[in-house]
C-alpha cells in the first residue's frame, strides 16, 4: 500500500522512474514475481521531459521513438516494428498471435473507430468537454487476448486554463520496461494532440492500479545500502 509520504509529483519521467523504482523496492509487497504497490498515482508536471537517464536502466530514445512511430501507423503487426527499428524485440514476439498481430500497439487502438480523431474535433470545438477519452482495454473483446491483454484501460484529455491535461490509467504497469517506453509514447500524444488542438501543453497525470518491478530487476545487494 501506499504510505502518506508519498510523492504525487515530478518534474520529469526520470525522477518518477528514479523515484518509483526505489518506492518499490523498499515498500513493495510480494505479488506475483514482483514488488507491487496498488492503486499508484502521480503527475509529470512537463511531459516534455520524457528521457530516461538513470544509467542502470540503459533506456534507449532510440527504441522507444521506433515504437512511438509504430504506434503512429495504426499497424498492430509486429513486422511494421521491425521495419522500423531493424528487429523485433523479444518481448513483442511473445506476445503476438499466429499472424504476428497484438493489441498492446496503443496506436492501433486509438485508430479503431477514428478515436483519435473524433476526440481532437471535440477538443477544437469545446474545450470544456469531458468526452475526451480514448478506449483501450475493452473487456467486450476479451476472447481476442490470449496471448496480449492491454495493460492500459483509457487515455483522457482535459483543458483547463487552455493547457491540455493528460490522464492515462493502467492496470498494470512494470516500471522497467513498461513505464520508460509507455510514457514515452503516452506524453508524445499528448504533445502531438496539443498540437493539433493549439492548446498549450499541461500536466501528464499516471496511473496504475498494479505498479510493480519484476524480481529479477531488483537492484544488486551491494547497492541497496546507498539508496535506502
Not at 503527475?43 to 520524457?50: G, H, L, S
Not at 496504475?208 to 535506502?228: G, I, M, Q, S, V
Request: glycine share 6%; proline share 3%.
Amino acid at each position: 500500500m501506499l504510505s502518506p509520504t508519498t510523492r504525487t509529483s515530478f518534474s520529469s519521467a526520470s525522477d518518477a522512474y528514479d523515484y518509483w523504482y526505489w518506492k518499490l523496492f523498499r515498500d513493495g509487497q510480494d505479488f506475483g514475481n514482483t514488488k507491487a504497490l496498488f492503486n499508484v498515482g502521480f503527475y509529470i508536471t512537463n511531459p516534455k521531459n520524457n528521457y530516461i537517464l538513470n544509467k542502470d536502466r540503459k533506456w534507449s530514445q532510440e527504441y522507444a521513438e521506433a515504437e512511438w512511430q509504430w504506434y503512429l501507423s495504426g499497424d498492430p503487426n509486429i513486422s511494421k516494428l521491425g521495419e522500423i527499428y531493424g528487429k523485433v524485440p523479444v518481448i513483442w514476439r511473445t506476445m503476438a498471435d499466429k499472424y504476428g498481430n497484438v493489441n498492446s500497439n496503443y496506436g492501433y487502438q486509438w485508430k479503431r473507430r477514428s478515436q483519435l480523431d473524433k476526440i481532437i474535433t471535440m477538443l477544437r470545438g469545446n474545450k470544456d468537454t469531458r468526452q475526451a477519452a480514448i478506449s483501450i482495454y475493452d473487456g467486450k473483446e476479451q476472447d481476442s487476448y490470449a496471448t496480449d491483454t492491454p495493460c492500459t484501460y483509457a487515455v483522457q484529455f482535459t483543458v483547463v486554463d487552455n493547457k491540455l491535461n493528460m490522464s492515462v490509467v493502467m492496470r498494470s504497469n512494470d516500471i522497467w520496461y513498461g513505464f520508460c517506453n509507455d510514457q514515452y509514447c503516452f506524453s508524445s500524444l499528448q504533445m502531438l494532440v496539443a498540437y493539433e488542438t493549439g492548446y498549450d501543453l499541461g500536466t501528464y497525470y499516471h496511473f496504475a492500479h498494479n505498479l510493480h518491478l519484476y524480481n529479477d530487476k531488483l537492484p544488486e545487494l551491494k547497492t541497496r545500502n546507498y539508496h535506502l
